[in-house]
């Protein structure tokens, strides 16, 4: 999807006193009807420049296919575009050896980040957005709900979006959207007994669309 290149540009300077690296715009279909949203990329999708390509990607593979729902018909995008890291120095004999995790992104950097999807939200306009773990769904709802109670339910709801650059608060826009909650993919490493759960919501989320936009 083409993004003008001054709203690249301004996100990226927003980002600047952050410590994340990289940039993603999205992927999948610009046209589509079922817009899905994660938290960041990570090191992998980074350098595939495609997001979910890595361990969770895989995870959110398995849970789409089961429930016949191709990443052709779809967008994914995030929250955040860029890698927000961590810096872990390890003592290794004589060395220090310096890694880099992920991490979660924080509220500045979502925030920093938000014209980005505001205007991909815009563009896309889908019928359904997917809310890939709780980053994205407080992003766009406002709402520190526990994932493990609304899940798999679809709600009708105004999204946030950034009121302006300067003053940096979110806003509920005018136009309501059909949000589905679905666990962050990489949940499951934590926990694997939530793996029987996604795969019920992703066949309640194909349901959803079949419903919705066919
Ligand atoms: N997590 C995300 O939110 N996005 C990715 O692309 C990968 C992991």
Redesign the pocket.
Known sequence: MDIPQALIDTCKKRMEPYPAEGF?IGGGNPYADVLFV?????E??LISKQ????R??KELDKFLESAGISREDVY?T??VRSRPYKIVRKQKGEEVVIKRPNRKPTKKEIIAHAPILDYQIEKIDPTIIVT??G??YERLTGKKDKMTEIHGEAQKTKILKLKNTKDNTLVYGMKEYILFPFF???SVFYNRKLEEMIYEDAKALAALIQHETS
């Open positions: 993603l994660g938290e960041a990329p990570g992998h999708e997001p979910f390509t890595g969770a990607g994914i995030s929250a890939l773990g980053v994205a962050h993919p990489a």
